[in-house]
């Protein structure tokens, strides 16, 4: 089992830049696929990113390609989310989940951190 928190959230100008942490307790967190998921006030939780367990591969939906940078650190049992050049559309709930399966769908992660609010004005 892997319990996960986010930190890293806050309120930002569009064309701005905010760092996601995902830190995570247990030993077995370089076992797990981790991904971002985000959640926008009236709509559905959707797929961000995700990246492997040696962090060699990494996916994102289309949207964030070429601004989000998803990267880990097994040793500090983390993973980051470098966002930038972002715009309010990015405004949502960021929450990170481990998989032991991986892929864009949420039914694949079997646990969830609280999240954390991104918001972006314009």
């Known amino acids: 089992q892997v319990q996960l928190v986010e930190s890293g959230g806050g309120l930002v100008q569009a064309g701005g830049s905010l760092r996601l942490s995902c830190a995570a307790s247990?030993?077995?967190?370089?076992?797990?696929?981790i991904g971002w998921f985000r959640q926008a006030p009236g709509k559905e939780r959707d797929f961000v990113a995700a990246?492997?367990?040696?962090?060699?591969?990494?996916d994102y939906v289309d949207s964030v390609k070429g601004r989000f940078t998803i990267s880990r650190d097994n040793a500090k049992n983390t993973v980051y989310l470098q966002m930038n050049s972002l715009k309010p559309e990015d405004t949502a709930v960021y929450v990170c989940?481990?998989?032991?399966?991986?892929?864009?769908?949420?039914?694949?992660?079997?646990?969830w951190g609280q999240g954390t609010q991104v918001t972006v004005s314009s």
């Open positions: 247990g030993r077995t967190f370089s076992m797990y696929v």
């Open positions: 989940a481990a998989s032991r399966i991986g892929g864009k769908s949420s039914i694949n992660y079997a646990y």
């Open positions: 990246i492997t367990r040696s962090g060699a591969n990494t």
